[in-house]
Nanobody, 121 residues
Framework: EVQLVESGGGLVQPGGSLRLSCAAS????????MTWVRQGPGKGLEWVSS????????TYVDSVKGRFAISRNNAKNTLYLQMNSLEPEDTAVYYC??????????????WGQGTLITVSS
């Protein structure tokens, strides 16, 4: 069974940092691109960032460029999202998503359960 389990969410003050992790199991992690998607309160889903299977290419939504960094450790089957200079607008549930192939964009095949980030003073 394919599983994605996010962790690292919580409450952080504006300007603070958090690192999300996503532990993957049930598939060959190193052969799939991965993506982070978020959903803010009362908002729709928003794509945040993607990374190729080998980690050689990444891409970001404009609103997080220079503040967020996606990475992966294929030996540990884990995806990360380092979030710096957090803003209240970053408040959302963050989902780890398995893509359908080695690169992006593809079909978003499997979603984690999500982890809540709240940016507030």
């Amino acid at each position: 069974e394919v599983q994605l389990v996010e962790s690292g969410g919580g409450l952080v003050q504006p300007g603070g940092s958090l690192r999300l992790s996503c532990a993957a199991s049930g598939f060959t992690f190193s052969t799939y691109a991965m993506t982070w998607v978020r959903q803010g309160p009362g908002k729709g889903l928003e794509w945040v960032s993607s990374i190729t299977s080998g980690g050689d290419r990444t891409t970001y939504v404009d609103s997080v460029k220079g503040r967020f960094a996606i990475s992966r450790n294929n030996a540990k089957n884990t995806l990360y999202l380092q979030m710096n200079s957090l803003e209240p607008e970053d408040t959302a549930v963050y989902y780890c998503v398995k893509e359908s192939g080695i690169s992006y964009p593809g079909d978003l095949e499997v979603w984690g359960q999500g982890t809540l980030i709240t940016v507030s003073s």
